[in-house]
């Protein structure tokens, strides 16, 4: 079903787009209206709306959160070092399992809406890195840190899941276990490898008996069953280990191998060095063997370790994906790695040079760990691999908890992973990578309302009328003139603002923010911006930045991260010199408790979780806002409502 709504900017005929209610008797007041039409766009609607700030003022002084209640967690204190950092990985909760403190009274049903409806999570405990994922005879496979005993990080094996498209999975009995001297304190995180014959090797790391990480070797016991149900260790196992001045804990997560045309394979690996972050490559010919090469492929001082690395090509001026092995002239090569001491995904563009054995960031001010973030929210450990059925590079993401340990264990479960995202180079900035859904995602698409030329004045709030807002794909178009933004940077600007240290949504400037709430309630005591906040720079030119507000998310606040997450992204003047306007693109994804946000075609990705007490199930709502004090924004706006996915055991009996 679609549905389209739109406002006129002719105020003879059609009265404003929103009428100030200075009392605030109603936060949000009714929302805006329209009629079915097919095939015509053509409506008239008043949309009702209210001074934003006003509003954020009276949320302030008003909300009246739920009693806390005393928890008795069986401990005295919280923990002052995380889960997992004492075994080698970085830290693995939000907030440490607490003693006695006060909590947020939590229902069962609050924590049954937390749990998502697309996005790929075990049916219960903890989990965390993907690993391995790869295409065999029809299915495509997924493997992950998981926990099999509870909602907490701890005795690490491998799950493993099957699916035909990457939306609706299949879980299968566990792929590996720690039950060798080399593996016995975790089965961590490992890369999947196809070689030409289509055998597939996978190696990860193995937490051994005296916690020292090692590379292991793994390979399906039966290569013609399509679901890769067995595994065999190699009996020789560790096929390497920690070389010369590399300590027993800093080495670790093994990439995707990829082949020179000299027939060695290569395969690099996180490390580091004093405070130095760096990545190993070892040569192999038969996967058993392994030789570290002189030097490392790169590294960068005072980042600390690097964890799950990844390192892949892309093509230039392309529109699919390469596999780990390609290499020729009109390619750039991603360095990714995960940053252990801060738990965010840093990467960079740059050359390879396989004879030196050397990668060198196109723009050393973009290096990785100091430049750009494959996501700005809760988003690590990610890792890609190569689609050969349709052509691409696929990106997942572990997305952690945001919340307390001690809630995590009352629900049963813990973590997630993104929605599988496409991977291209940005061929317009040539700096960026573009992150986007895979296509799959579109067939959970239900019915869908369009609001078309929405007029937000300064100040405004815009309800939008189309139910409940749990599960939505959300694309919208927000438009402001060049000509006030010229004027208005040509007086003033902010150059020192920053998404994380601002005061969020709630914070007014002449060019923002501007934007949407989702998971909010009507009365607005419960909500999460998405937005846009416009800067002067230096040079006199102008920021844009994406941000995400968790601030307002939640009235449980003293259990939940409220965080303000984002960072700039790159609005090029030719991308709308034929509408006369900056317009910024701005999908988002709501699934319950998780919301991922892409602007400007995936330059710059957001995820962020939220869990609200009151915007829940029906409760949920969706509004348009504009927060800034100088202008005008013109936005349009389409909802697809998303069905759930079908995630649930594999019929095994039925074999």
Not at 31 to 42: E, F, I, S
Not at 133 to 150: A, R, T
Not at 379 to 399: E, F, N
Request: contains cysteine.
């Amino acid at each position: 079903m679609d549905t389209h709504y739109s406002t006129s900017h002719d105020e003879d005929h059609v009265p404003l787009s929103y009428s100030p209610l200075l009392d605030l008797p109603d936060p949000a007041g009714p929302p805006a209206k329209g009629r079915r039409c097919r095939p015509l766009k053509v409506f008239a609607v008043t949309l009702a709306s209210v001074v934003f700030l006003l509003s954020l003022v009276a949320l302030v002084i008003h909300q009246s959160p739920q009693t806390p209640v005393t928890v008795d967690n069986g401990g005295s204190s919280m923990e002052t070092e995380g889960r997992g950092v004492a075994q080698g990985v970085s830290e693995k909760s939000f907030r440490g399992f607490s003693g006695r403190r006060l909590s947020f009274n939590w229902t069962s049903s609050m924590y049954a809406w937390q749990r998502t409806a697309f996005h790929f999570q075990p049916e219960k405990n903890w989990m965390n890195d993907p690993d391995g994922p790869l295409f065999h005879m029809g299915w495509y496979h997924l493997f992950y840190q998981y926990n099999p005993d509870s909602a907490v990080w701890g005795n690490i094996t491998w799950g493993h899941a099957v699916s035909r498209d990457m939306i609706h999975w299949l879980y299968l009995p566990l792929a590996m276990v720690p039950d060798q001297w080399f593996d016995l304190n975790g089965v961590w995180t490992g890369s999947a490898t196809i070689l030409p014959s289509g055998e597939i090797i996978m190696l990860y790391t193995g937490d051994t008996d005296d916690a020292v990480q090692v590379q292991n070797l793994a390979y399906p016991a039966n290569l013609s069953d399509p679901l890769l149900l067995n595994w065999t260790k190699y009996e020789n196992n560790p096929v390497i280990v920690p070389p010369t001045g590399i300590a027993s804990d800093n080495f670790r997560d093994p990439t995707t191998m990829w082949v020179r045309p000299d027939g060695d394979w290569r395969v690099a690996i996180g490390s580091l060095v004093n405070t130095t972050g760096i990545v190993l490559v070892y040569k192999t010919t038969n996967f058993t063997d392994y030789e570290l090469l002189d030097g490392i492929l790169h590294g960068v001082p005072g980042t600390g370790m690097w964890e799950c690395v990844d390192f892949y090509p892309v093509l230039i001026d392309g529109d699919y994906g390469l596999d780990t092995s390609d290499f020729g002239s009109n390619i750039k090569h991603v360095l990714k790695a995960s940053m252990d001491d801060n738990r965010h995904d840093y990467y960079a563009l740059g050359t390879y040079d396989p004879v030196n054995n050397t990668w060198t960031p196109e723009n050393p001010e973009l290096d990785v760990g100091i430049g750009l973030r494959l996501d700005y929210g809760k988003y690590y450990a990610s890792k890609t691999y190569y689609d050969p059925v349709k052509k691409r590079r696929i990106l997942y993401g572990w997305i952690s908890e945001g919340d307390l340990e001690s809630d995590d264990l009352k629900k049963g479960w813990a973590s997630l992973q993104s929605m599988p995202r496409n991977i291209l180079h940005d061929n317009k900035t040539g700096t960026h990578l573009l992150q986007w859904p895979i296509e799959e995602v579109e067939s959970l698409r239900t019915n869908s309302t369009e609001f078309e030329d929405v007029l937000l004045e300064p100040g405004s709030v815009v309800p939008l009328e189309i139910g409940s807002a749990s599960q939505l794909d959300i694309v919208a178009e927000l438009e402001v003139d060049n000509e006030t933004l010229e004027t208005v940077l040509a007086v003033e600007g902010d150059a020192i603002y920053n998404c994380s240290t601002s005061a969020g949504a709630a914070g007014r400037a002449t060019l923002g923010p501007f934007g949407i709430l989702v998971l909010a309630n009507d009365e607005l005591s419960e909500l999460t911006p998405i937005y846009f906040y416009i800067a002067k720079d230096t040079d006199g030119s102008y920021k844009t930045f994406f941000c995400s507000d968790l601030s307002r998310s939640s009235l449980a606040e003293s259990d939940v991260d409220l965080s303000i997450y984002g960072s700039t992204v790159p609005v090029l003047e030719d991308e709308n010199l034929t509408m006369r306007v900056l317009s910024w693109l701005l999908p988002q994804c709501v699934d319950h408790s998780i919301v991922e946000g892409y602007s400007q075609g995936g330059r710059t990705c957001i995820t962020s979780r939220v869990y609200p007490t009151e915007a829940i199930y029906g409760a949920a709502r969706l509004f348009l806002f504009n927060n800034a004090t100088s202008v005008n924004v013109t936005a349009t706006i389409k909802v697809w409502e998303m069905s759930s996915a079908d995630i649930h055991p594999y019929p095994l009996d039925q074999l």
